[in-house]
T-cell receptor, first 109, second 116 residues
Framework: GQNIDQPTEMTATEGAIVQINCTYQ??????LFWYQQHAGEAPTFLSY??LDGLEEKGRFSSFLSRSKGYSYLLLKELQMKDSASYLC??????????WGAGTKLIIKP | GAVVSQHPSWVICKSGTSVKIECRSL??????MFWYRQFPKQSLMLMAT?????????EQGVEKDKFLINHASLTLSTLTVTSAHPEDSSFYIC????????????FGSGTRLTVV
C-alpha cells in the first residue's frame, strides 16, 4: 500500500529552527510537495522536490532523498505566524497526490 | 500565479437539502480538478477526481449519487451535496492541476459546510 508518515505534532521556540520529517512509500514517484495549512483555511504551497537535494526558499528549505524515501522541511527563524499544520504529499505514478496526516507545529514565545 | 476561486466560503443548510459548491480556475484552464473533504484535526481526504468533459472518478467509499460532481468546462467544476445530513458537515476543498500536476496543484479557499 501507499503510505506517508510524518510526526503528529512538534513544538518549537520563536526564532529557532525546526525540521519536520516525512517518509513515504508509494507506487511510483513524480515529486514531493510540502503545504502549509492554518486552521480553517485551505493548504498553501510551500515547496516541490522531484530531484535529490535541498531546495531553499527564504526561511523555508526542503530536502529530498528518493533512495531513502525521505524528505524534510526546514523552517528557520521561526515566527509565531508559522504555527500551522504542515502537510507532506507525494505525487505517485498516476500523478495522484498521496497525503500525509500533517504535522501540527506549535510555536512558543 | 494560478488562482482557484471557491464559493461559498461557508454555508449552513438544513438536513435534507442540497448544497452546491463552485470551484473556478481564474487565470488558467484546469484539465483536472480534485475534491477533498477534511474533518477537524485530520488530513485531506480525496473524494473524487474530475476531468473536463468526462465523468468524475470517485474514491472508494464516496457515494457518487450523494456527491455530484460536474466539470463542464476547463474553468469550472461543481460539487453538489445532495440530501445533506449532519454527518456531511465538513470542510470541502477543491484543487486544480495543470498537466496532471506537472505544474503543481492550486487549492481553492475551501467551503465550511454545516448541516443542521
Amino acid at each position: 500500500g501507499q503510505n506517508i508518515d510524518q510526526p503528529t505534532e512538534m513544538t518549537a521556540t520563536e526564532g529557532a529552527i525546526v525540521q519536520i520529517n516525512c517518509t513515504y512509500q508509494t507506487s511510483g514517484f513524480n515529486g514531493l510537495f510540502w503545504y502549509q495549512q492554518h486552521a480553517g483555511e485551505a493548504p498553501t504551497f510551500l515547496s516541490y522536490n522531484v530531484l535529490d537535494g535541498l531546495e531553499e526558499k527564504g526561511r523555508f528549505s526542503s530536502f529530498l532523498s528518493r533512495s531513502k524515501g525521505y524528505s524534510y522541511l526546514l523552517l528557520k527563524e521561526l515566527q509565531m505566524k508559522d504555527s500551522a499544520s504542515y502537510l507532506c504529499a507525494v505525487s505517485d505514478s498516476n500523478y495522484q497526490l498521496i497525503w500525509g496526516a500533517g504535522t501540527k507545529l506549535i510555536i512558543k514565545p | 500565479g494560478a488562482v482557484v476561486s471557491q464559493h461559498p466560503s461557508w454555508v449552513i443548510c438544513k438536513s435534507g437539502t442540497s448544497v452546491k459548491i463552485e470551484c473556478r480556475s481564474l487565470d488558467f484552464q484546469a484539465t483536472t480538478m480534485f475534491w477533498y473533504r477534511q474533518f477537524p484535526k485530520q488530513s485531506l481526504m480525496l473524494m473524487a477526481t474530475s476531468n473536463e468533459g468526462s465523468k468524475a472518478t470517485y474514491e472508494q467509499g464516496v457515494e457518487k449519487d450523494k456527491f455530484l460532481i460536474n466539470h463542464a468546462s476547463l474553468t469550472l467544476s461543481t460539487l453538489t451535496v445532495t440530501s445533506a445530513h449532519p454527518e456531511d458537515s465538513s470542510f470541502y476543498i477543491c484543487s486544480a492541476s495543470l498537466r496532471q500536476g506537472l505544474y503543481g496543484y492550486t487549492f481553492g479557499s475551501g467551503t465550511r459546510l454545516t448541516v443542521v
